[in-house]
């Protein structure tokens, strides 16, 4: 199991930790280095402001929203990324859900997000492929364009600059479990959000990936004394996404907590967060629930708890850690 280090975006501004962390991080021999988006900072660019400042360490986006670009410049972004940093690049991709899609990206949520997504790795993969020009008779991405209020005019393309690996890992991140089952067709990897190291099959419907399959959960993680006290970041974390990130009526952060086995938790965080009570929503995240998905507290019960990680089909361990000593010591434990 490799290990990487999960920085996330920003929030009011950049945080003048992150490069530091990355650099520790590929100091320590952490395989790879991942940044993300949601409405404020964007993935590719704090990801080539650390490729710029780092040498061996692979690149990954965890995740860069589909609604923010069409699959052929997200696949420019990736490919130009690949070559500066001389083929370290991975490309993540989630699809977010309404309220962000039509409420920051002003664009309509596919009715159909199974189709959607498949025809959005489609379209990347035939870019970095270059074996002819792009062409797909799709519901959502079609090339050349094909609706109604387009001129007829398009002309079927192919990349200008040659992509320096046609086999670029495309990942995505997957919550439903009709969407995993066509993650593990289409995609090179799995961004599973919220990963328990013993319930994963029964969570997921899967229990068995292709050869050569990435899947990288994202865990926080802190070396400390107090495990109550390490958990908060952990619930505060799921206060936001269960609550505040989604509808009330479609929120797939909430309904995965459902199938974990918190479905009236994840109700009621939805009902504190909406009334703006967010203090007390993120105290009724239960502790069993971030402390199964998490990896806090003093170094041996750490230690303890990564073996189940390990023993699992995690490939990659995305870490997210504040401080540098948690960085090491998981190097350590993991050696």
């Known amino acids: 199991m490799r290990l990487g280090l999960a920085l996330g975006y920003w929030g009011r501004g950049p945080s003048p930790a992150h490069l530091e962390l990355a650099r520790e991080a590929e100091r320590l021999g952490y395989d790879s280095v991942w940044t993300a988006e949601a409405w404020g900072s964007d993935a590719f660019t704090a990801l080539t402001w650390i490729a710029a400042h780092t040498s061996r360490i692979r690149l990954g986006?965890?995740?860069?929203?589909?609604?923010?670009?069409?699959?052929?410049?997200?696949?420019?972004?990736?490919?130009?990324?690949?070559?500066?940093?001389g083929g370290r690049m991975m490309l993540g991709l989630g699809l977010s859900g309404p309220q962000v899609v039509e409420g920051w990206y002003g664009r309509p949520f596919p009715r159909s997000p199974l189709t959607a997504t498949r025809e959005y790795v489609d379209v990347i993969k035939q870019v970095l492929r270059r074996e002819g020009p792009v062409a797909l008779d799709g519901r959502f991405h079609s090339h050349p364009y094909a609706g109604e209020d387009g001129t007829g005019l398009g002309k079927p393309l192919r990349p200008i600059t040659h992509p320096l690996r046609a086999d670029l890992p495309v990942l995505l991140g997957a919550e439903g479990p009709k969407n995993v089952a066509q993650t593990l067709k289409i995609a090179d990897g799995w961004l599973p959000l919220y990963w328990s190291p013993t319930r994963y099959a029964d969570v997921y419907g899967v229990a068995a990936f292709p050869e050569d399959f990435l899947v990288a959960p994202m865990v926080r993680a802190q070396v400390c004394d107090d495990v109550a006290e390490g958990l908060l970041p952990v619930k505060?974390?799921?206060?936001?996404?269960?609550?505040?990130?989604?509808?009330?009526?479609?929120?797939?952060?909430?309904?995965?907590?459902g199938r974990m086995g918190y479905e009236a938790e994840a109700r009621r965080i939805q009902e504190l967060f909406a009334a703006d009570r967010r203090e007390e929503a993120v105290l009724a995240v239960p502790d069993a629930f971030a402390d199964e998905i998490a990896l806090v507290g003093p170094r041996e019960r750490i230690a303890e708890r990564l073996a189940a990680w390990r023993a699992g089909p995690v490939t990659d361990l995305l870490v997210t850690a504040p401080d540098l000593t948690t960085l090491r010591v998981l190097a350590e434990l993991n050696a």
């Open 61 to 85: 986006t965890a995740v860069a929203q589909m609604a923010a670009r069409t699959p052929t410049a997200t696949a420019m972004h990736a490919l130009t990324l690949d070559h500066l940093s």
């Open 236 to 257: 505060a974390m799921l206060g936001f996404y269960i609550g505040g990130m989604g509808h009330a009526a479609r929120n797939f952060h909430a309904d995965l907590m």
